[in-house]
C-alpha cells in the first residue's frame, strides 16, 4: 500500500521555527525525487523544496535562506526544517514525489503563522 504521511504542523508566531516530516511507505522512495508542497486557503497548490535522490535541492523563491528539505533514505523519511516564519507561510503542507503524483496526496500538515 502507497502511503505518505506528514506530521510535525503546529501554529507558531511569526519568526519562529518547525520542522515538519513525511513517512513514505510502499514507494521505491530511495530512487525518487521528493517534494514539499503547500496549499494556502483560496489559492493553488504549490511546491516549496524538492530533493532529488542524489541530495540535490531546489527552493520557491519565497522560502529560499528560511527552508531546508532533506532526506533520509534508511527511514523513508523527508523533511522540511522551517525557519523565521511568517504569516504568508500559513498552508496546508503536503509532500509527493517531485514531479507530482496526482494519485500520490497525504492527508497534509496545518502550518499556521500568526502575527
Known amino acids: 500500500q502507497v502511503q505518505l504521511v506528514e506530521s510535525g504542523g503546529d501554529l507558531v508566531l511569526a519568526g519562529g521555527s518547525l520542522r515538519l516530516s513525511c513517512a513514505a511507505s510502499?514507494?521505491?522512495?530511495?530512487?525518487?525525487?521528493m517534494g514539499w508542497y503547500r496549499q494556502a486557503p483560496g489559492k493553488q497548490r504549490e511546491l516549496v523544496a524538492a530533493?532529488?535522490?542524489?541530495?540535490?535541492?531546489n527552493y520557491a523563491d519565497s522560502v529560499k535562506g528560511r527552508f531546508t528539505i532533506s532526506r533520509h533514505n534508511a527511514n523513508n523519511t523527508v523533511y522540511l526544517q522551517m525557519n523565521s516564519l511568517k504569516p504568508e507561510d500559513t498552508a496546508v503542507y503536503y509532500c509527493?514525489?517531485?514531479?507530482?503524483?496526482?494519485?500520490?496526496w497525504g492527508q497534509g500538515t496545518q502550518v499556521t503563522v500568526s502575527s
Open positions: 530533493v532529488t535522490s542524489g541530495g540535490s535541492t
Open positions: 510502499g514507494i521505491m522512495f530511495r530512487a525518487n525525487a
Open positions: 509527493n514525489s517531485y514531479p507530482l503524483l496526482p494519485w500520490l
